[in-house]
């Protein structure tokens, strides 16, 4: 019954009859080869491979090699349907949290609010049947070390690590991060939820990307213990999940050239030097609401200096989106002069190819403002 409820929801969304009978089968192994699920849905290991691409760029499934054999996986229905949920729905509204949906539903036109209800029960309706079918208990995070060949591996990896965390989260993250954000940050605040201490030191640059909206919802709301370093300043990018485990980034650009981008280890000598890379980075960070606080001040003049020089109102708010979402800002530029708000430095493109907002301080601004301040 839940096979054909699945099958049901997820023709409903679009997808293909085989990728369907894939991720159906998929749900209820701990882990399978490819010639393994070919044997038991019947169908040739070309055809297979082909949606099998599909069901990893959807992030609901992974890959992993186990003695020498490569493996696929279904990933926890209800974390990753709920990511893909979030994603689509950023799309359309922007939100800082559940409760702010239903009004930013209600504001689209009423085409665009049908077919976004539409879309979030029918996924809902997918994460159901699927967690009912759900038998998976298969994760990469426990072997003593596992690499990521790639992007949507290293968030992969992450996430499941992060989901097993008991206590305390540990983050360092210098720009450019991962994409699949959505899947990464769900993981987060599920375990957030679940009462996790999340501390994290970021970049400024991340800072002024995320948006200064975001950043308050994540300090305020959230209560993530956020502080902030210059992007020179994080010399290594990590996780630390409790004592058990430590995800490292190896690649700064993170570019998919078939290397080892990432790894995650359980190795106690290399997770206590972690922490001490943390330790360290953490006592030299400025807290986050400081330099939120700097960042509002010089928002304001930002806004304020474009109403000086003339700019219209729709460009005014498009500024004050960028200042509040960052790259998360759906507000189009469409019609508006761009390049003069380029030439003029209000904006700046930022590290994922996105405008920005181009505030008149800086790191350096902000240590010498929380120095003068606590001396």
Not at 34 to 60: C, G, H, P
Not at 267 to 286: E, T, V, W
Not at 349 to 374: A, F, N
Request: hydrophobic share 40%; with cysteine; net charge neutral.
């Amino acid at each position: 019954m839940s096979q054909v409820r699945l099958a049901e929801t997820m023709k409903e969304a679009g997808f293909s009859d085989t990728l369907i009978v894939i991720y159906g089968f998929l749900l209820t192994q701990e882990q399978a080869t490819i010639i393994e699920v070919s044997r038991a849905i019947k169908l040739d290991a070309e055809t297979i491979q082909r949606e099998v691409k599909s069901l990893l760029q959807l992030q609901v499934v992974a890959f992993d090699s186990l003695r020498g054999k490569y493996v696929l996986f279904a990933l926890d229905p209800v974390l990753v349907w709920s990511a893909f949920i979030k994603g689509r729905t950023w799309q359309f509204i922007q939100t800082l949290g559940e409760d702010d949906i239903e009004p930013a539903i209600i504001s689209l036109p009423d085409d665009h609010q049908a077919a976004l209800r539409r879309f979030r029960t029918t996924i809902n309706a997918i994460q159901l049947a699927a967690s009912a079918l759900y038998q998976g208990s298969y994760s990469v995070t426990g072997h003593r070390w596992r690499d990521a060949i790639d992007q949507d591996q290293m968030g992969q990896l992450l996430a499941q690590a992060i989901q097993r965390a008991k206590s305390t989260i540990q983050a360092a993250s210098a720009s450019p991060r991962l994409p699949h954000v959505a899947l990464i940050w769900e993981s987060i605040l599920s375990k957030v939820k679940n009462k996790v201490a999340y501390r994290r030191v970021a970049d400024f640059t991340e800072i002024v990307e995320h948006g200064l909206d975001v950043i308050r919802r994540d300090i305020e709301v959230i209560g993530i213990d956020l502080r902030v370093l210059d992007t020179a300043d994080i010399t290594k990018k990590f996780y630390l999940i409790d004592s058990a485990l430590v995800v490292v980034f190896h690649s700064v650009g993170l570019s998919n050239d078939g290397s080892a981008i990432g790894r995650v280890t359980d190795q106690a000598q290399i997770i206590s030097r972690y922490k001490g890379y943390f330790s360290n980075h953490y006592s030299n960070a400025i807290p986050g609401q400081f330099v939120l606080s700097q960042l509002t001040e010089s928002g304001e003049r930002l806004l304020q200096n474009a109403r000086s020089n003339g700019y219209s109102s729709d460009v005014l708010e498009w500024l004050e989106c960028l200042i509040g979402w960052g790259t998360f800002c759906n507000k189009s530029s469409a019609g508006l002069d761009v390049k003069k708000a380029i030439r003029d430095n209000f904006v700046h493109i930022g590290t994922t190819g996105k405008l920005v907002p181009s505030y008149d301080i800086d790191m350096g601004h902000v240590r010498l403002k929380w120095q003068s301040r606590t001396a």
